[in-house]
């Protein structure tokens, strides 16, 4: 079992109640409140292993007239790590994401999620083509096990729905990519709760991409991701919208991770629930 995914939306949940509607609340302000609870939290690391950004953690606010700043290509790049930008709360984006790892079970626990406050009609219905075109991929990956083929499949789905694909990988031969394996941590490495160098390294290098570079069986991954980063081709004003989802595969089963639409949902920005099974 992977908790750490359901510890971080609670996290984040918490915090954003507490500083939604609240003047002079900054990226790193947002940021440093989650990490705070995310720190007290006993079963997961107080660290996240995709770093930089500082801790393996981002939050990112961008304006709905102004999106620039949440259509990053790599939180890897110092621009894009938290700073003073203050959020709008009435018509603002927000973007935030860790990398922390279950210390019970060694596996990462990625959560990120992207958040519109506003009621702009073309924005909200953005995010629900986006995630619909997304648990398009998810079903393809119910009887595709070629990471190859489910890449290529995923470049139709989303041209189909006029989307584009933009995530963009550093560590990897071909930057475009869907999602990636999971390396799982042994958790006798994991020391004061704390991911080491040596072991955010074996993480960054043993991950394998679903991309049009490579191919590998999904079912014989212990996790992968689905993680578009979805823009659209013929209305530039609308923002990047970002999905994680952990999958587990099996020959008769498939496990979908991902709390975060119960969040998304509450805002109305998607239509659609992915069950969550343990």
């Known amino acids: 079992m992977n908790n750490a995914k359901k510890y971080s939306l609670e996290a984040f949940r918490q915090t954003l109640n507490e500083l939604k ?22 079963n997961i690391t107080r660290n996240g292993w995709y770093s930089p950004p500082p801790e393996g953690i981002a939050v990112l606010f961008a304006s709905d007239k102004n999106i620039e700043r ?26 935030a994401y860790e990398s922390f790892v279950d210390t019970e079970t060694g596996l990462l626990g990625d959560f ?28 393809a990956s119910r009887t595709i096990n070629s990471s190859k083929i489910l890449f290529e499949k995923s470049q139709d789905i989303f041209s189909k729905y006029s989307l584009k694909n933009s995530i963009v990988s550093i560590t990897d031969s071909s930057s ?3 999602g990636h394996s999971t390396p799982v941590v042994d958790i006798n490495d994991i020391k004061d709760k704390t991911l080491s160098k040596e072991t955010i390294e074996y993480i960054r290098n043993n991950r394998k991409y679903i991309s049009g570079h490579s191919d590998w069986n999904l079912d014989n991954e212990v996790q992968f991701t689905i993680e578009p980063q979805l823009v659209s081709i013929n209305n530039k004003r609308l923002p990047q919208v970002c999905f994680h989802y952990l999958i587990k595969k099996t020959e008769n089963n498939i496990t979908i991770m991902n709390e975060n639409d119960e969040l998304l949902k509450e805002y109305g920005l998607i239509d659609q629930r992915v069950n969550y099974f343990e």
Not at 29 to 36: P, V
Not at 124 to 139: P, S, W
């Open 21 to 42: 509607g609240r003047e002079g609340i900054t990226e790193i302000s947002f940021r440093d409140n989650w990490l705070n609870k995310l720190k007290n939290i006993s």
């Open 70 to 95: 949440i259509n990053f290509e790599s939180l890897r790049n110092e621009a894009n790590w938290p700073s003073d930008k203050i959020i709008d709360w009435d018509n603002g984006l927000l973007f």
């Open 112 to 139: 990120d999620i992207t958040l519109y406050f506003g009621k702009d009609p073309d924005m909200i219905n953005h995010f629900k083509l986006c995630h619909k075109a997304t648990l398009e991929v998810i079903e």
């Open 176 to 178: 475009l990519d869907l």
